[in-house]
């Protein structure tokens, strides 16, 4: 069975700097893709960032980047200079060989200080 | 302008009634998913639909059922609500399925609809 676990319930940073949100992932499939996703407060869902798990090297969108080790099944989340609108609930996500289904990890809710 | 509306936003129904719940897209995406969002669990899939009258279940499908007549609807219907079914129900569409391809964009998702069973 596929899974996702996201180990910090909650993590504060300081504004400026940068922060990495853990996921790691459980899956038998040798094709998957592995997706950030961000819920502010007020409830929508934002897609942060995609990693094909082909994909030998880090995706990065902005100031976002995914820390993709497969050997390890762990596809960290690395936000570089926090800002306090990164204050949020972080999800990781995958999706597996079927392709339509993607799972969810629990989140990490993430709290920027000033 | 958005792609995808969800309604109602909110709502409030008592315990044995139905209750349907309705995701409308403007993208002319194929696929589209109904989740569950509970403290503690993050997401979990309800049904999902890869075109029209084509759908299947999810991991919590249970007292749950969906129709897809076109394109851009997608209904969720709780054929006799229950108090464990209280809870945020997120639309969600995307162009792409399969695994495996240097670019996705993941799902663009609904505003969600709160669901209060009493």
């Known amino acids: 069975a596929q899974k996702i676990t996201q180990t910090q319930p909650g993590m504060f940073v300081q504004e400026k700097e940068a922060v990495t949100l853990d996921c790691t992932y459980d899956t038998s499939d040798q094709s998957y893709g592995l997706f950030w996703y961000k819920q502010p407060s007020s409830g929508e869902m934002i897609f942060l960032i995609y990693?094909?798990?082909?994909?030998?090297q880090n995706a990065t969108e902005g100031r976002y980047s995914l820390n993709f080790q497969k050997a390890r099944k762990s596809a960290n989340l690395v936000i570089s200079a926090s800002q306090l609108g990164d204050s949020a609930m972080y999800f990781c996500a995958m999706r597996g060989d079927g392709g339509f289904k993607t799972i969810f990890g629990a989140g990490t809710r993430l709290f920027v200080k000033a | 302008d958005a792609g995808i509306t969800q309604s109602p936003r909110h709502k409030v129904t008592e315990t044995g009634t139905p209750v349907t719940l309705r995701c409308h897209q403007t993208e002319n995406h194929r696929y589209m998913y109904w989740y569950r969002q509970d403290p503690g669990h993050g997401l979990r899939l309800i049904h999902y639909s890869y075109g029209v009258k084509d759908t299947d279940k999810g991991e919590v499908s249970d007292g749950y059922s969906v129709s897809r007549s076109k394109t851009e609807d997608f209904l969720l219907t709780l054929e006799s609500a229950t108090s464990s079914q209280t809870s945020v129900y997120f639309c969600?569409?995307?162009?792409?399925?399969?695994?495996?391809?240097?670019?996705?964009?993941?799902?663009?998702f609904g505003s969600g609809t709160r669901l209060t069973v009493v």
């Open positions: 990693q094909g798990s082909y994909d030998e």
């Open positions: 969600a569409i995307s162009q792409f399925a399969g695994t495996g391809a240097l670019r996705d964009y993941g799902y663009t």
